[in-house]
Nanobody, 126 residues
Framework: QVQLVESGGGLVQAGGSLRLSCAAS????????MGWFRQAPGKEREFAAV????????YYADSVKGRFTISRDNAKNTVYLQMNSLKPEDTAVYYC???????????????????WGQGTQVTVSS
């Protein structure tokens, strides 16, 4: 059983920054890939970023590449999403997710993830 708790969402003006955190329970956090997804109103959940178990591999959706940075601190069982140069179209509920396959290649498909957080709202005003 893994529990994921996101925090750090909020309201920000366009061009601003936010840092999301996702705290994970479980002793094997350091062995699984972690992803961030988002879902805007009326839209399907979409991939934003993923980081490998070691932190050495990261992948980003084209829509966030160059603006968002995913990172992890395995000592703190936490994954982060630094979001800069935010745009109104980044408005969504952001979810972190865990792929419990040990040492798996990072994946962008939501169906590859076993556990999800409850989500944190990010609203970017124009």
């Amino acid at each position: 059983q893994v529990q994921l708790v996101e925090s750090g969402g909020g309201l920000v003006q366009a061009g601003g920054s936010l840092r999301l955190s996702c705290a994970a329970s479980g002793r094997t956090f350091s062995s699984y890939a972690m992803g961030w997804f988002r879902q805007a109103p009326g839209k399907e959940r979409e991939f934003a970023a993923v980081i490998s178990w070691s932190g050495k591999r990261t992948y980003y959706a084209d829509s966030v590449k160059g603006r968002f940075t995913i990172s992890r601190d395995n000592a703190k069982n936490t994954v982060y999403l630094q979001m800069n140069s935010l745009k109104p179209e980044d408005t969504a509920v952001y979810y972190c997710a865990a792929d419990l396959t040990p040492y798996a290649i990072p994946k962008v498909q939501a169906g590859s993830y076993d556990y999800w957080g409850q989500g944190t709202q990010v609203t970017v005003s124009s």
